[in-house]
């Protein structure tokens, strides 16, 4: 695919359909999210599938010092806009983001109670629901639909992790990659934005098999993805498990993770907005930070650089 090609999909001056751009082409305007705890847990934590959770997750590494699940909802946006005013000032409006845990993995009545809260905010404009597969249904669905259709802008997240159900196994993820598939198609063809999230360098698989993923997620149908490298988090199974198996963990600087990066963004169709690069977990909860203290403005701007000297972009592969 001709640069010329891609490019129409991408915000000026970027080789890449990032989150921003897309935003700003559908509301006209940057909108910046607001991380929200609500409570949540998951089935695969309370004894539903499971009681372990997904291997390599420690929930409280992921989201900021704002969001605490003992806050009420409304007091958590007001810090949160307090803590996101110095770095995007621009960002006038926001979207309450219910990431921790499975955040419809809940009765539909408390869903709307916690939903309409948030959406009672006078500066949020929507919400952006993180969840996994297994943890949806018709119903509420329809119900997320029904609050776009009055106005409101909803973006359904999934947790989708890997497009293989060897891995999916191996993590305790406890959902294979046909059920993630049926919950984006049934949230897509609703209308609703559908996004999904997946972990580079899990254990066991390879650099070509993360290559190959890639025709995997073109098909899906999602408006967005986020991708994360893997980060051992301190005193999860994952970690137990590195030490014992190191080799079937790939292991990469940051030049080497942007060089490979570039390679997975040139055989995305570029009608795909990337949300996310590469992820951040504060230093108290790994042993060593993987890339010392870089932050990630400081590797999307490497990532832009390094494009433009490769003189490639996202979807060039895609034929």
Same mark, same amino acid.
């Given at each position: 695919?001709?640069?010329?090609?891609?490019?129409?999909?991408?915000?000026?001056?970027?080789?890449?359909?990032?989150?921003?751009?897309?935003?700003?082409?559908?509301?006209?305007?940057?909108?910046?999210?607001?991380?929200?705890?609500?409570?949540?847990?998951?089935?695969?934590?309370?004894?539903?599938?499971?009681?372990?959770?997904?291997?390599?997750?420690?929930?409280?590494?992921?989201?900021?010092?704002?969001?605490?699940?003992?806050?009420?909802?409304?007091?958590?946006?007001?810090?949160?806009?307090?803590?996101?005013?110095?770095?995007?000032?621009?960002?006038?409006?926001?979207?309450?983001?219910?990431?921790?845990?499975?955040?419809?993995?809940?009765?539909?009545?408390?869903?709307?109670?916690?939903?309409?809260?948030?959406?009672?905010?006078?500066?949020?404009?929507?919400?952006?629901?993180?969840?996994?597969? +297994?943890?949806?249904? /018709?119903?509420?669905? !329809?119900? @997320?639909?029904? $609050?776009?259709? =009055?106005?409101? #802008?909803?973006? &359904?997240?999934?947790?989708?992790?890997?497009?293989?159900?060897?891995?999916?196994?191996?993590?305790?993820?406890?959902?294979?990659?046909?059920?993630?598939?049926?919950?984006?198609?049934?949230?897509?063809?609703?209308?609703?934005?559908?996004?999904?999230?997946?972990?580079?360098?899990?254990?066991?698989?390879?650099?070509?098999?993360?290559?190959?993923?890639?025709?995997?997620?073109?098909?899906?149908?999602?408006?967005?993805?986020?991708?994360?490298?893997?980060?051992?988090?301190?005193?999860?199974?994952?970690?137990?498990?590195?030490?014992?198996?190191?080799?079937?963990?790939?292991?990469?600087?940051? +030049?080497?993770?942007? /060089?490979?990066?570039? !390679?997975? @963004?040139?055989? $995305?169709?570029? =009608?795909?907005? #990337?949300?996310? &690069?590469?992820?951040?977990?504060?230093?108290?909860?790994?042993?060593?930070?993987?890339?010392?203290?870089?932050?990630?403005?400081?590797?999307?701007?490497?990532?832009?650089?390094?494009?433009?000297?490769?003189?490639?972009?996202?979807?060039?592969?895609?034929?």
């Amino acid at each position: 695919m001709t640069f010329e090609q891609a490019s129409l999909h991408f915000e000026e001056g970027k080789r890449y359909n990032t989150a921003v751009g897309l935003y700003r082409r559908l509301y006209g305007e940057r909108l910046q999210k607001l991380v929200i705890d609500a409570g949540f847990s998951c089935p695969n934590r309370d004894g539903t599938i499971s009681t372990g959770g997904c291997t390599y997750c420690d929930n409280a590494a992921f989201h900021p010092c704002y969001s605490t699940a003992g806050k009420s909802i409304h007091r958590q946006i007001d810090e949160g806009i307090e803590f996101h005013k110095v770095r995007y000032r621009n960002a006038s409006r926001y979207l309450a983001y219910f990431q921790s845990f499975s955040n419809t993995y809940a009765p539909l009545e408390r869903l709307k109670k916690l939903y309409s809260e948030a959406l009672s905010h006078p500066d949020i404009a929507g919400l952006v629901i993180g969840t996994r597969p +297994d943890c949806i249904d /018709e119903a509420k669905l !329809d119900y @997320l639909a029904a $609050l776009q259709d =009055s106005g409101k #802008i909803i973006q &359904v997240e999934y947790g989708i992790e890997s497009c293989y159900d060897k891995t999916l196994r191996r993590i305790n993820r406890g959902h294979n990659f046909e059920c993630a598939v049926k919950a984006v198609e049934m949230t897509a063809s609703r209308g609703l934005h559908t996004g999904a999230h997946f972990i580079l360098g899990l254990p066991g698989e390879t650099e070509k098999m993360l290559l190959e993923q890639c025709s995997m997620i073109n098909e899906l149908k999602i408006k967005s993805v986020k991708f994360h490298q893997l980060q051992i988090i301190k005193g999860t199974a994952m970690e137990t498990e590195k030490k014992a198996m190191p080799e079937d963990f790939i292991s990469w600087d940051l +030049d080497g993770y942007l /060089e490979f990066f570039i !390679d997975i @963004l040139e055989l $995305l169709r570029p =009608s795909l907005s #990337i949300e996310r &690069v590469a992820g951040e977990v504060p230093p108290r909860f790994v042993e060593k930070p993987q890339w010392g203290l870089v932050r990630n403005f400081q590797i999307l701007h490497l990532l832009d650089k390094q494009l433009e000297l490769r003189n490639t972009w996202q979807g060039k592969m895609v034929f």
